[in-house]
């Protein structure tokens, strides 16, 4: 069954983890052969070989020789949704399948395989010392295959992100997920995304902030006695200051925010102070997230 999400009345495929263990030897800018790139060793259950599966529906582009480990590309048929809930189309890599003569036969035909389509297998072509899975995506068509070498003499998959930002992990079993921010469908915003246009600064003032809320039990008391009370907002922030308030995104105050869309929008203010560990700024004596 296809897993998909919709956004702005549109649905999209969610790109899936691919494979059915999480269990991560080596992760993004990896001591062993992943310095200074985004990519994953899935060794899966155990040492054996475990198939791999299609994170969405995809079409084979290209292939590397057994030398390089019979690295395969492919790419979404169609615009996706990416974990950080961002759409754009997808691009894919898998090393070290033994045999890829399978998976060319049926490119050869015109093959397209559906999400979640067991294709491939982990394995050890190349300078591979266990059986595993090495896995890249980038956002984007493809292109070309490989960016590099970078100064590690490490290649990646050009435009290559870090995978829990693009995988979701439903009806995976996470063994170890080295660590990663791993999200599952139901964790997908599907919100506005925040634009990051500039960099905020101690003293400079902002043309507004908006904070986007989830749903929590007495959400809809937020509003009281003409002040804003979300977690988000620390203390309470006046009205005054407030454009917009509300889970209708109409510019008007609702006096109820307790759905996935309520929003609230604080007026022009300075920043008072920066935490950069913390990735917040200080507004109207508050610490929110810019
Ligand atoms: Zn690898």
Not at 53 to 62: G, I, N, Q, T, V
Not at 66 to 82: C, L, P
Not at 119 to 132: C, I, K, L, M
Not at 204 to 215: D, F, L, P, R, Y
Request: glycine share 10%; aromatic share 10%.
């Amino acid at each position: 069954m296809a897993l998909t999400k919709t956004k702005d009345g549109k649905t999209y495929e969610l790109i899936r983890f691919p494979m059915k263990t999480m269990n991560i030897t080596q992760g993004n800018n990896g001591q062993y052969s992943h310095q200074g790139v985004t990519a994953l060793d899935i060794a899966g259950k155990d040492t054996g070989i475990e198939p791999t599966f299609a994170p969405c529906s995809m079409r084979y582009k290209w292939h590397d020789s057994v030398a390089n480990g019979n690295a395969i590309f492919f790419e979404s048929v169609n615009k996706v949704m990416f974990a950080d809930g961002s759409i754009d189309y997808a691009t894919f890599m898998f090393i070290h399948d033994n045999y890829i003569g399978d998976i060319l036969a049926l490119a050869n035909k015109g093959h397209v395989f559906a999400q979640w389509e067991e294709f491939g297998d982990e394995g050890t072509a190349g300078r591979a010392t266990g059986n595993h899975c090495h896995f890249e995506v980038a956002k984007g068509k493809y292109s070309r295959p490989y960016d590099g070498p970078n100064r590690y003499g490490v290649y990646c998959l050009h435009n290559s992100i870090s995978a829990d930002k693009a995988c979701v992990v439903d009806g995976v079993t996470i063994k170890n997920g080295n660590g990663m921010a791993w999200k599952k469908a139901s964790q997908v915003s599907t919100g506005k995304q925040w634009t990051r246009d500039c960099i905020l600064k101690e003293g400079e003032k902002t043309k507004s902030v908006s904070v986007q809320i989830g749903a929590w039990p007495g959400t809809n008391n937020a509003i009281k006695g003409g002040k804003v009370y979300i977690p988000a907002l620390g203390n309470g922030i006046p009205m005054t200051k407030v454009t917009e308030a509300g889970d209708t995104r109409d510019g008007k105050f609702d006096n109820y925010l307790a759905n996935t869309n309520a929003k609230v929008t604080v007026d022009e203010c300075t920043v008072e102070a920066v935490d950069k560990a913390k990735n917040k700024v200080k507004i109207h004596g508050v610490w929110v997230n810019p």
